[in-house]
């Protein structure tokens, strides 16, 4: 089955420490997202990558880092720079020019 | 980035029309799309009508579009408690791959 899967479900970290966020695809798709979601605050682009070894910051990129070595793989870096980083974090591919967009399950991060 | 705005909470009984409303800033959206989240997963994609149409119907669901005003809307027929989710609204431009949402609205669906 094709699809997008996110790993691990729930995350917990304590202040400090960097935690690295899995999202891999096998949908073939060109394009990946990261957004993050809070309460009340609906889906907001943290990074996005059009092609492998390409990525770029959306608008809320600031405390977290990003990597495309390979098109199947987007992993995402919370770095102990993200002031307030306990929320859902959404993974996300679409085809280039598409207009849909796949998502994964989702990854809860609690930081302790 | 452009702003999508949604009311945050609807509630209906079960059997009634559900209508959710979305508006947006930018008027070179080419895309519009309705997204579902039910709880702890992830979104998946209900319907999209594209800017130079007025109205989409799929089923159950049909979208309105009015560009003049910049204001989408979602309604539900014969609302089940299956529906009840989080609903976002998402604009996209056929420029680029970036997709901007809405603040999501909450809908209960009351048996």
């Known amino acids: 089955d094709g699809g997008i899967t996110q790993s691990p479900k729930y995350l917990f970290r304590k202040e400090g420490q960097n935690v690295t966020l899995s999202c891999e695809q096998n949908?073939?798709?060109?394009?990946m997202y990261w957004y993050r979601q809070d309460p009340g605050q609906g889906l907001r682009l943290i990074y996005y990558?059009?092609?492998?070894?390409?990525?770029q910051k959306g608008d809320i990129a600031e405390g977290y880092s990003v990597s495309r070595e390979k098109k199947e793989s987007f992993p995402l870096t919370v770095t102990s720079a993200q002031k307030n980083p306990t929320a859902f974090y959404l993974c996300?591919?679409?085809?280039?020019?598409?207009?849909?967009?796949?998502f994964g399950p989702g990854t809860r991060l609690t930081v302790l | 980035g452009e702003d999508v705005e949604q009311s945050l909470f609807l509630s209906v009984r079960e059997g009634d029309s559900s209508v959710i409303n979305c508006t947006y800033t930018?008027?070179?959206?080419?895309?519009l799309y309705w997204y579902k989240q039910e709880p702890g997963a992830g979104l998946q994609l209900l319907t999209y009508?594209?800017?130079?149409?007025d109205m989409k119907q799929d089923q159950r669901l049909t979208v309105l579009l009015n560009k003049k005003d910049k204001h989408l809307s979602l309604r539900i027929a014969d609302t089940q408690t299956g529906d009840s989710a989080i609903y976002f609204c998402?604009?996209?431009?056929?420029?680029?791959?970036?997709?901007?949402f809405g603040t999501g609205t909450s809908l209960t669906v009351i048996p």
């Open positions: 996300a591919s679409s085809i280039t020019g598409g207009f849909e967009q796949f």
């Open positions: 949908l073939n798709h060109d394009a």
């Open positions: 990558s059009q092609i492998v070894n390409d990525f």
């Open positions: 930018d008027s070179s959206s080419t895309y």
């Open positions: 009508i594209f800017s130079n149409m």
């Open positions: 998402a604009e996209s431009k056929n420029t680029g791959n970036q997709f901007y």
